[in-house]
């Protein structure tokens, strides 16, 4: 019996050493339902405003940021109310803003295909402060709320909360417009020779277009998020800068050079973990143990077989695959959308491997999570219920 005890108080000093780390701390098992502190203590009122700076306030603020979506929408309205009395048949220029423009001439009503364009810049800024209205409404209305009804009271618990209930629900979005686009195209389950096939794929289908542009107002709403503070520094905040960069590099060049039916595959690839990583965490915050076991296995394999295994086909694709686009479109030749010279090819290889680098070692925190758990079993039963509130209690005394 002592023996066991000491193995488990081992286990425990072990843990209690790496809590900090946000795939440790966010499934480490939190406060239970039967705490008196967390029970009984009331619950916080809406937290206040950050300090920004007035021409930052959207960001953090949805009635500001839902402002400044409304004046384009009123802009339109009002064009579209007047202009046929004052000039018939002139369009409408602030649809550009929040709808996609760049439609090729001469598609068809059946089939229309959309280029690249400079307004697609509008659109980003638009979608951008889109996303920061959805950001601080999930996480500080509706998931301070569904946190809330599972017994949080704390406001940095709530915070985390929020923030992965708002990461599952964009995910998950996203991977599931992600796998109906991919549906529709020639790379149908990763069939990565038709990445070069025809290059270059200039001329996207409207959904297309529209989600690649709406994921890069997302990673820039997200990079605004990591360069303002909006969420606490964790360990790996280096790393995650790191991955935010690589990110809008694949995004941006991917776009540029036409080849977002790649984007299409990395983003699938990237956004299915993150949902049933991010429900797990919720799982873990709302008590529920064993759904979020479950689930945190589920998204083991899903991150081995998205983030590793379809990733390094992507890479080989890259360069064994490479040379499979028409000869004629082997040159850089932007006005015609050809810009894959021989050297592109690493160009392209680069930052796919550095995205697989930073899922690597994320990938071996995961397995020293699990190696954990295999053997200290014991160790949930015997922790106390205050690890993992020591940051919360600090800032209540300091309150």
Not at 202 to 217: D, G, I, T
Not at 314 to 322: A, D, R, T
Not at 371 to 382: E, M, N
Request: charged share 20%; with cysteine.
């Amino acid at each position: 019996m002592a023996r066991k005890r000491s193995a488990a108080a081992n286990g425990l000093k072990t843990i209690q050493t790496e809590k900090e780390h946000p795939i440790v701390s966010d499934l480490a098992p939190q406060t239970p339902f039967s705490d008196s502190s967390r029970s009984n203590s009331p619950a916080p009122g809406p937290p206040p405003a950050p300090n920004a700076s007035p021409f930052l306030r959207w960001v953090i603020i949805p009635s500001e940021s839902l402002k400044l979506l409304a004046i384009p929408l009123l802009l339109y309205a009002n064009w579209e109310v007047i202009t046929p009395h004052v000039a018939p048949g002139t369009p409408n220029p602030f649809t550009r803003l929040f709808l996609l423009s760049g439609r090729v001439d001469g598609s068809s009503k059946e089939d229309p295909r959309y280029q690249k364009t400079y307004w697609d810049l509008a659109f980003l800024a638009y979608y951008v402060v889109f996303f920061s209205l959805i950001r601080e409404t999930l996480t500080k209305i509706i998931g301070y709320r569904v946190g809330r009804y599972f017994g949080l009271r704390k406001l940095a618990k709530l915070d985390r909360f929020g923030e992965q209930f708002y990461c599952f629900v964009y995910m998950t979005v996203m991977g599931a417009w992600g796998y109906r686009i991919m549906g529709q195209l020639p790379t149908w389950w990763y069939s990565t020779e038709h990445f070069w096939i025809d290059y270059p794929h200039w001329a996207m289908k409207p959904e297309l277009k529209r989600y690649y542009l709406m994921h890069s107002a997302y990673w820039c709403q997200q990079l605004l998020v990591l360069v303002l503070g909006l969420e606490k520094p964790r360990k790996d905040y280096h790393v995650l800068v790191a991955h935010h960069f690589v990110t809008l590099w694949l995004i941006g060049w991917s776009y540029l050079i036409n080849l977002t039916l790649i984007g299409n595959a990395v983003y699938m690839s990237m956004d299915v973990p993150d949902a049933i990583f991010a429900l797990a965490k919720c799982l873990n915050y709302a008590q529920f143990h064993t759904a979020k076991n479950l689930v945190f296995a589920i998204m083991v394999i899903a991150w081995t077989y998205f983030r590793h295994y379809q990733n390094i086909m992507m890479q080989i694709s890259v360069v064994q695959e490479f040379d499979l686009m028409p000869a004629e479109s082997m040159q850089w030749n932007p006005p015609t959308g050809a810009w894959l010279v021989w050297w592109m090819k690493w160009q392209i290889f680069a930052p796919l491997f550095l995205l697989h680098c930073l899922n690597a070692f994320w990938y071996y925190l995961i397995m020293r999570v699990i190696y954990r758990a295999i053997t200290t079993a014991t160790v949930d039963d015997d922790r106390s219920d205050d690890e993992g509130d020591d940051e919360d209690d600090t800032a209540e005394k300091e309150d």
